[in-house]
């Protein structure tokens, strides 16, 4: 319960958290809302020697529409995006991504930087963030990086913010697909993290799909896009046996998250199950 | 390290461990003892308080993130001796029973009523998914956050 | 009676609930005070070689580290009940050592404490506490550890029996089981569940020097059993010379009743450096100390003629108990599990055969039911899964084998096939009740035509009986208690008419300051907020057995009850002496006694200012109102009932959502419905947790997999429906208040009911049974495997 004893810096900028993280390189932790790094310092599961709050640096904050995208800053919390008019309209997967993280309070401090840098295999956010399509903004000593969405999740754990560098925002493009986009949610009981999440952003034409993105969250050691889901969706008709035929090709080829509680075959199967229900939902 | 708070009103200046809890300095440096600690996983929600007008599990929080917040804790709910309709809520209704979950419930039901105050059953139930009761059943906490909605 | 018994009164303790003001152990501080971290093993079985705790006690802030080497003296925690072996031989009762020296037997075992000026520097400190393990082989289940070559979890006691017990007639039933037309059996897992009472285990051991005097702030379900084992069997302390404070505590469903090490850890180490030491557990440490509940392996089969009568229920099992012996533990599986056997039916041949077992698991004891459940469970099944393998409706079923109702004084009571005589009871009115709310006629076509458009609605009945009201002293003693169950109550009538009751109950929840300020102010004429309950404090209260088994009202309220009539009697008298008229004369109603036919009367407060002012007394009465009595219960109580639960089942994800509950309860009389309904509703709650969420459950090393919130499923708000409860009132005959108990009935009913509605929506895909907690991944694997 009592996290170990560390040295706390305060970050009013983003070049004041760039040089505090220079200065203090592999002993300093980053803190931006704290909800996930928190509950791991109080079971002393990390132990870092220092932290580097960024959580106060307002350049960081809000959501803005900037036309072919949104760009939403790194600390930007679950509940304002959740709540977000722009970003349920734009980027609905987004939004019901960020509202079926944790519960309320948890939501109202934590933040979507601080979940995407924590690459947490169970995390919500990245099947969205994959299927949006999204560009990630990475800030260093060396200036400003965008990666894409796709090259982002590297690992277990791992993602493509190096050492010294710090996300600072996500833009979504403000495509016809990721307005019409859903996040599905297969919560397990006690932690309800995602034993399956799958985000599907799909532009329809007539009834037929004429292209589909496809992300899946808490399946593989890292989020993925399903290119199997996706081809064999593509240029369908949307139907119940279309879903049901692209859907059953979730995570082919892949492998799959299992522990005490969830079995492999079971996980797998369960991709298929949500990735049929999202692609009719968005496919109506 | 030296934070500033507002607590109920009243300003707080205390020099803290750098990784106090924000519920710890509540409890153990300002003696409000109305919060309460449940688990250590960020899961139950006896530690629920109002942070800078959000609901917050103040277990997840270190105090030195606050500094400068502006808190309520259940300890500064009622105004003048009476009390809030929420907390008139869970007594009308029978909403809680040991009373241990039952700050940290009312906070939650606090966050609630401000963004909907005409709460369903379902949207109350949802919005409480992160407060744990082991004695109610919820049933009774349900209608005591609907007779607050009511009563407001 | 009086305007209140029978009324919903808003609960008293309340305002300081809503406001943040309550007082739990955790809130005292007391001045110079100290913080223990204990050092707990993370291996489940493991010889200790050393322990080293220099570099600890050179920390910062650290007062002490104390090991198992310092406690080799002094006692361990005892069970409470002495079950022996159907042979005679004493059971098996290891020591349970307040820290552990030789070696560490369950994942969080106790090995070290460092106790430090504050909390971060006793936890900081104990990572610094060096523990050399040799890793031994594990065993966590309990019929695993009865195969030959299984790890013995203590050295001396071959086996890993505690025990073995049987109860019924084993002719009969042998007998009953082969001459069946049908008989049903299953194969049942009752899993092992966590009280997770949200309000963590909490002491504080104050000793004070000058006095020669301990006190110990407890978060307990009874101090003065805390006391009495602490003083006469750990530290064999002066009884009279420590006080157990146990105030605001925050649920407890079994898990704060027994004596636990850390609580004489506190008082003896308190005493050792001379300042007050708090522990407070931290989530992770309650899940692997506080004393589990069920975990048990069950054969049980039922034998029925062609007609649906049952003729045997023949039960083979075995019980994990853990480690160690917890304070109840080994009466949960025997006494509260096999005499319940005989349920609601008629069943006319009974026999159990069970083996208690030691594993390298946490102490199991009770958890809310204790042992009723894991029968009703068993039993309950049984009747659903051969209601569907007879055809015969599962209502009807029950119907057929009831026992015709009694009410204990006009018909016997009932005597069962296994030791216990049912008080009262009329099972087939629960039913009829419960069958009409939930609409069943209506609900089974609602259930054929969702099958028709391929959704799977079921139907699930629970008809449970329990016994409470625990527990008459004598009966008990004869089975092996070593402890009497009894309660006491205290009336002190102030002399200017205020009442104080001193009750040995212990509310954690229940409510006690509202229910038994309804009952004294009721018949006493007075107003409520003239009643002041008193609790949880031996230096306030003569004695007290505390609060479990549904036992409050039906005992400790019994107690209050006869200390009422002392009151009134004397009241009477000195009234009658004021008066100037003989007592037989007097009338006692609205609070004052009236000389019949006359208007000349004496108020409450004038006769109990009298009382305290005695100028004008009557000769030879002792001066003050005051009584204590100490209330041993005739027999148990048998609250019953019938519970219905609807569920649908997602086949594409094993997903089993309960749709409705309906609980119609029979626990006797009622002195405050909206608190029998409110501990009903948290009662069906847990159950439905059992049925759908909950389990704790160990890997093959041994190491517990559901040790937070993340792995172990609590219900929340939305997982659970609003539960329909209801009450019928068969009366207790043998109690002055009528009442039976109502604290377990909704966890004890709640999950076959559940359980038996996922298999009936089912069963047209050919699932016919389900191992709980009914989780998606394990119902769809039971899909799957059925139509495969």
Redesign the interface.
């Known amino acids: 319960?009592?996290?170990?004893?560390?040295?706390?810096y305060?970050a009013s900028s983003v070049d004041e958290a760039l040089a505090l993280m220079q200065q203090h390189g592999e002993d300093a932790k980053v803190?931006a809302g704290?909800?996930s790094l928190?509950?791991a310092?109080?079971?002393?599961l990390a132990t870092p020697e220092k932290?580097i709050?960024i959580?106060g640096i307002s350049g960081l904050q809000g959501i803005q529409d900037r036309g072919d995208h949104i760009a939403i800053g790194a600390l930007t919390t679950h509940?304002q995006l959740e709540s977000s008019d722009l970003v349920q309209q734009k980027a609905s997967a987004l939004s019901q991504a960020a509202g079926a993280i944790?519960?309320?309070?948890?939501r109202?401090?934590g933040t979507i930087g601080g979940a995407l840098a924590h690459a947490d295999p169970a995390a919500d956010y990245p099947g969205a963030i994959l299927a949006l399509n999204a560009t990630l903004v990475i800030r260093g000593s060396g200036g400003e990086r965008t990666v894409a969405a796709s090259g982002f999740f590297t690992g277990l754990w791992e993602t493509a913010v190096q050492d010294g560098e710090l996300l600072t925002e996500i833009r979504i493009p403000t495509d016809a697909a990721n307005a019409n986009s859903c996040y599905l949610k297969?919560p397990q009981?006690?932690?309800?993290?995602p034993?399956v999440g799958c985000a599907v952003a799909m532009t329809t034409s007539g009834g037929t799909c004429s292209d589909v993105r496809v992300g899946f969250s808490g399946v593989g050691e890292s989020a993925f896009r399903d290119s199997g889901v996706e081809n064999a969706m593509r240029g369908q008709a949307v139907s119940e046996a279309s879903a049901k035929f692209a859907g059953d090709q979730a995570t082919n080829g892949r492998s799959v998250l299992s522990d005490?509680?969830?079995?492999e075959e079971?996980r797998r199967?369960?991709a298929k199950?949500f990735a049929k229900r999202a692609l009719l939902q968005v496919g109506r | 390290m030296q934070v500033t708070m507002t607590v109920n009103g009243a300003s707080f200046t205390s020099d803290v461990e750098s990784r106090t809890l924000l519920v710890q300095h509540l409890r153990d440096n300002l003696n409000l003892t109305g919060t309460h600690v449940g688990c250590d996983t960020s899961s139950c929600g006896a530690c629920t308080i109002v942070v800078n007008g959000e609901a917050v599990k103040s277990c997840t929080l270190l105090a030195v993130q606050c500094n400068g917040a502006e808190i309520t804790t259940i300890e500064g709910l009622a105004s003048n001796n009476a009390l809030h309709p929420i907390q008139e809520g869970f007594r009308e209704k029978h909403g809680l029973q040991c009373g241990f979950c039952t700050p940290g419930m009312i906070m939650a039901s606090w966050q609630l009523l401000e963004r909907n105050p005409n709460p369903s059953d379902g949207e109350i139930r949802h919005a409480l998914e992160g407060n744990f009761c082991r004695c109610t059943g919820y049933d009774n906490i349900v209608k005591a956050v609907q007779w607050a909605a009511q009563n407001s | 009676m009086g305007k209140l018994i029978g009324e919903s009164v808003k609960r008293v303790e309340d305002r300081r609930f809503t406001t943040g003001t309550g007082q739990y152990t955790d809130d005292i501080v007391l001045p110079r005070m100290t913080h223990a971290h204990i050092v707990r093993s993370h291996l489940a079985h493991a010889r200790i070689r050393s322990v080293n705790t220099a570099a600890a006690k050179s920390a910062d802030g650290v007062v002490t580290v104390l090991t198992g080497e310092d406690f080799k003296d002094i006692g361990g925690v005892p069970c409470g009940w002495q079950v022996d072996f159907k042979d005679g031989t004493t059971m098996h009762e290891p020591k349970h050592p307040i820290l552990v020296a030789d070696k560490v037997r369950h994942v969080g075992d106790a090995v070290a404490v460092v106790i430090a000026e504050t909390k971060g520097q006793a936890r900081d400190a104990a990572e610094l506490v060096e523990v050399d393990y040799e890793e031994l082989p594990v065993v966590t289940d309990a019929t695993e550890a009865l195969k030959a070559g299984a790890p013995q979890v203590h050295d001396d006691l071959p086996n890993n029996m505690v025990f073995d017990w049987e109860l019924g007639d084993q002719g009969a039933t042998d007998t009953g089981i082969a001459n069946a037309h049908h008989v049903t059996k299953l194969e049942i897992r009752n899993q092992r569940l966590v009280p997770n009472a949200i309000e963590p285990r909490s002491y504080i051991g104050d000793y004070d020097a000058a006095r020669d005097f301990y006190t110990l702030y407890t978060s307990s379900q009874n101090p003065h059993v805390i006391r009495l084992l602490m003083c006469a069997f750990v530290l064999e302390l002066p009884e009279h010379k420590v006080r157990v404070v146990s105030r605001d505590v925050g649920g407890g469903f079994g898990s704060k009743i027994y004596h636990y090490t850390e609580e004489a850890l506190v008082i003896w180490a308190s005493k050792q450096i001379g300042r007050p030491i708090k522990w407070t557990a931290e989530r992770s440490e309650s899940f692997v100390t506080d004393a589990h509940g069920r975990d048990h392996n069950t054969t049980a089969e039922m034998g029925f003629d062609d007609a649906g009568k049952i003729t045997a229920l023949r039960v083979r099992t075995d019980a994990n108990l853990g480690a160690y012996l917890s304070t109840f533990s080994t009466c949960i599986p025997t006494y509260l599990h096999g005499t319940l056997l005989q349920g609601q039916y008629t069943t006319p041949a009974i026999h159990i055969s069970l083996n208690a077992v030691f594993t390298n698991t946490t102490a199991v004891d009770a958890y809310r039911g204790a042992g009723r459940p894991e029968a009703t469970y068993l039993i309950e099944r049984l009747m659903d899964t051969a209601a569907a393998e007879m055809n015969i409706d599962p209502a009807e079923l029950r119907k057929r084998n009831f026992i015709p109702p009694f009410d204990g004084v006009n018909q016997p009571g009932y005597q069962t096939q296994v030791a216990l005589q049912y008080d009262s009871g009329n099972y087939i009115a629960a039913m009829e009740k419960a069958l009409e709310t939930i609409g069943y006629q209506d609900l089974r076509r609602e259930q054929e035509e969702a099958r028709k458009q391929g959704r799977y609605l079921g139907i699930g009945f629970s008809s449970y009986i329990e016994a409470c009201g625990i527990a008459p002293s004598a009966v008990v003693g004869s089975l092996g208690a070593r402890a009497g169950l009894f309660e006491s109550a205290n009336i002190r009538v102030q002399p200017t008419g205020k009442v104080s009751v001193y009750t040995g109950s212990h509310s954690h929840g229940q409510g006690h300051e509202t229910t038994f300020a309804q009952l004294v102010a009721d018949n006493l004429g007075i107003p409520m907020e003239n009643v002041e309950i008193v609790h949880g404090d031996t230096e306030q209260i003569p004695f007290g057995m505390g609060t479990y088994g549904s036992r409050s009202l039906a005992v400790g309220g019994s107690a209050i009850s006869r200390s009422l009539d002392k009151v009134k009697e004397k009241g009477a008298k000195i009234a009658a002496h004021l008066l100037e008229a003989s007592v037989d004369d007097l009338d006692f109603a609205d609070g004052k006694w009236t000389v019949r036919g006359t208007d000349k009367s004496k108020a409450f407060d004038e006769v109990s200012l009298a009382a305290y002012v005695p100028h004008n007394f009557p000769e030879g009465m002792e001066p003050g109102i005051e009584f204590n009595s100490f209330y041993d219960p005739a027999n148990f109580t048998y609250p019953f009932g019938t519970h219905i639960a609807v569920v649908e089942v997602d086949p594409d994800t094993g997903t089993v959502t309960l749709q409705r509950f309906v609980a119609v309860d029979d626990v006797g009389n009622i002195i405050n419905p909206m608190i029998v309904d409110g501990q009903i509703q948290g009662g069906v709650a847990q159950g439905v947790g059992q049925a759908l969420l909950e389990s704790a459950n160990y890997d093959e090393s041994g190491q517990f997999s559901t040790g937070t919130y993340m792995d172990y499923a609590m219900p929340r708000a939305d997982d659970l429906p609003s539960i329909e409860v209801s009450q019928n009132v068969t009366p207790c005959p043998h109690n002055p208040l009528g009442v039976k108990g109502c604290g377990e009935a909704g966890t004890i009913g709640a999950t076959p009911a559940v359980v038996n509605a996922a298999i009936d929506a089912l069963r047209p895909l050919g699932v016919t049974d389900l191992e709980m907690p009914l989780s998606p991944p394990r119902v769809w694997s039971a899909i799957q495997q059925a139509s495969a």
């Open positions: 319960m009592i996290p170990a004893a560390f040295e706390y305060r803190l704290g909800h928190v509950p310092m109080k079971l002393r932290l709050d959580g509940w944790g519960d309320v309070q948890v109202n401090r297969f009981p006690a932690s309800r993290y034993y005490w509680s969830v079995s079971y199967a369960m199950v």
